[in-house]
């Protein structure tokens, strides 16, 4: 085993509470596109002449649901996803008794898919939905399922991902959960993120503990900061590690 895999097997194995921090780079390989890539989300056409960062805006929303909805389905939800090896393998690391901790950028559920019990999700989740009048429920299924703008089956109001849209701030007690899992870990791992999304990027700043470890494809403004940086697909380290 090349000597940096062999290290980062050690770091983990040694670990006494784990940071996992991810993006959408550890989905792609579920089949789910990364946002700014030259194939990603950002570099996309789109049927109404907006940019996606514009249509996926708070002020958008409200002013253009149906077409939000519609871009919204079809870009940024993928129901039939599966958790995939690096996803599965942070999961089993809790399970055999690791103190591991979850703060993801991504909305896909998959970390939860694969078993992990402590996640925070800073920007949401595509598969929590309510009605912005009653507050009821609704689940990913159930959106899908409706045509056009969604609304409340009880009281006919339309109903609004439990997504973090631009213009809109994240959850304070969801940060408040990570920055405190942040400070307090020894190990972070950071895959398959630019870290260039603030203010969720900005959190690495806050770790103080002893290995700050990268899994990027491409290189990022943190590079020169962290103890080990693997400039690959995290699938690949993964394979390598277990």
Same mark, same amino acid.
Do not use: W
């Given at each position: 085993?090349?000597?940096?895999?062999?290290?980062?097997?050690? !770091?983990?194995?040694?670990?006494?509470?784990?940071?996992?921090?991810?993006?959408?780079?550890?989905?792609?390989?579920?089949?789910?596109?990364?946002?700014?890539?030259?194939?990603?989300?950002?570099?996309?056409?789109?049927? @109404?002449?907006?940019?996606?960062?514009?249509?996926?805006?708070?002020?958008?929303?409200?002013?253009?649901?149906?077409?939000?909805?519609?871009?919204?389905?079809?870009?940024?939800?993928?129901?039939?996803?599966?958790?995939?090896?690096?996803?599965?393998?942070?999961?089993? =690391?809790?399970?055999?008794?690791?103190?591991?901790?979850? $703060? @993801?950028?991504?909305?896909?559920?998959?970390?939860?898919?694969?078993?992990?019990?402590? !996640?925070?999700? =800073?920007?949401?989740?595509?598969?929590?939905?309510?009605?912005?009048?009653?507050?009821?429920?609704?689940?990913?299924?159930?959106?899908?399922?409706?045509?056009? @703008?969604?609304?409340?089956?009880?009281?006919?109001?339309?109903?609004?991902?439990?997504?973090?849209?631009?213009?809109?701030?994240?959850?304070?007690? @969801? !940060?408040?959960?990570? =920055?405190?899992?942040?400070?307090?870990?020894?190990?972070?791992?950071?895959?398959?993120?630019?870290?260039?999304?603030?203010?969720?990027?900005?959190?690495?700043?806050?770790?103080?503990?002893?290995?700050?470890? =990268?899994?990027?494809?491409?290189?990022?403004?943190?590079?020169?900061?962290?103890?080990?940086?693997?400039?690959?697909?995290?699938?690949? $380290?993964?394979?390598?590690?277990?």
């Amino acid at each position: 085993m090349d000597e940096k895999y062999a290290k980062l097997k050690s !770091v983990i194995k040694n670990a006494r509470s784990i940071v996992v921090f991810t993006g959408a780079g550890i989905s792609v390989p579920s089949g789910i596109p990364d946002f700014r890539s030259a194939s990603g989300l950002y570099s996309e056409k789109t049927k @109404t002449g907006y940019s996606p960062e514009e249509i996926i805006s708070h002020s958008f929303f409200m002013a253009y649901p149906d077409e939000f909805f519609e871009f919204y389905k079809e870009k940024m939800c993928y129901p039939e996803a599966k958790p995939n090896l690096a996803h599965l393998y942070f999961a089993d =690391l809790e399970k055999q008794g690791k103190n591991v901790t979850v $703060v @993801t950028q991504n909305i896909d559920n998959l970390h939860q898919a694969a078993g992990s019990k402590r !996640v925070y999700e =800073l920007h949401g989740s595509v598969h929590r939905n309510y009605c912005m009048d009653c507050n009821a429920f609704y689940t990913l299924d159930q959106i899908m399922k409706k045509k056009g @703008t969604p609304r409340c089956d009880k009281c006919g109001g339309i109903i609004k991902p439990d997504v973090v849209l631009y213009e809109e701030g994240l959850d304070n007690l @969801t !940060v408040e959960y990570a =920055l405190s899992a942040i400070m307090t870990a020894d190990v972070m791992i950071v895959i398959g993120t630019s870290l260039r999304v603030y203010p969720a990027a900005g959190y690495v700043r806050y770790f103080k503990g002893s290995s700050l470890v =990268l899994i990027n494809k491409g290189r990022t403004a943190y590079d020169s900061e962290c103890d080990l940086v693997f400039d690959e697909d995290v699938i690949e $380290v993964i394979k390598k590690i277990s």
